[in-house]
Each structure stands twice: as C-alpha cells, then as structure tokens.
C-alpha cells in the first residue's frame, strides 16, 4: 500500500486478516474542523451572534453532510473567546474537498468582520519594574527577586 505522503507500507499475508485497514479512497465526505479564536473584548451577545452566523454559514453550503454539524464554545483562554467548528461535506476527493475548505474558511473570516469583531492573537502582559541596576522586566503576576536578600 503507497500512504498519503507516498511511502509505501508492507503487510504479510498472514497478518492483514487481523488489522484493521483504513481505505482513504473510499471516503463517502471529508471533515472540517477548525477553531477560531475571538478577542477577549467580544462581549456575550456578540460571540453568540457569530456563533449563529458561523452555524447558518455552514448549513447553507449545498454539500454539507447535515447530520453532524457543530459550532460551539471550546473555551475562554487568557488571551481568545474559542468557537470550534466542525463538519463533513459530501465529497469523495481532496481535490473537491480543498477549495470548499478554502471557501469556507473565507467565509467565516468575513462573517467575523461583518460582526465586529476581532481575532484574538497570543497576548503576555509586561510589568516594568524599577531595581537597582535599572528597570527589570518580569512577567504579569512574578516578582522579581529582593536584591537584599540575594547575599550582595
């Protein structure tokens, strides 16, 4: 068998019979999952408003697979608002799947600007504080060490 990455793997005879073997050329759809991270500063109404959009973008799409679609709330990180979205479309090719793909995730990304909203990006607060030698940089909630009590 030649894998995805075109390697080629090797099975006896002898032990196919008791594996289990997964036929990518047989999908019947492909899986869509992604997550999107929203500023911080997204009220409530807001988030639940790109959620429904998000959701009725996709089950608008003519080849989605409706039985499985998902848009929910993951998780409030330290720095995003995260909705996780999933689905399967009713194709049997990556080459149809990828540009639906690209289509999709193109869509979400104005449905978010349509909203007002903004995507979060990795955010780490700085706290300058004055030591003896000049400011003395540390992260949000570490204090930086007491030079009294380093022996100097």
């Not at 019947?28 to 992604?34: A, G």
Request: contains cysteine.
């Amino acid at each position: 068998m030649r894998t995805l990455d075109r390697t080629v793997v090797t099975i006896p005879n002898g032990k196919l019979a008791d594996l289990r073997v997964e036929n990518y050329s047989a999908r019947d759809r492909f899986h869509l999952h992604c997550t999107l991270g929203l500023a911080l500063s997204t009220p409530s109404e807001r988030t639940r408003a790109v959620m429904q959009a998000l959701r009725d973008t996709l089950t608008a799409h003519p080849l989605i697979w409706p039985d499985d679609t998902w848009v929910a709330l993951k998780e409030i990180s330290s720095d995003a608002v995260v909705v996780e979205l999933r689905a399967w479309f009713q194709v049997t090719t990556f080459n149809d799947f990828h540009p639906i793909r690209t289509e999709m995730l193109m869509r979400f990304l104005e449905v978010i600007e349509e909203a007002g909203v903004e995507l979060a990006y990795p955010t780490h607060t700085v706290h300058l504080v004055p030591g003896a030698d000049g400011p003395a940089v540390t992260p949000a909630g570490h204090n930086p060490p007491d030079p009294s009590r380093l022996g100097h």
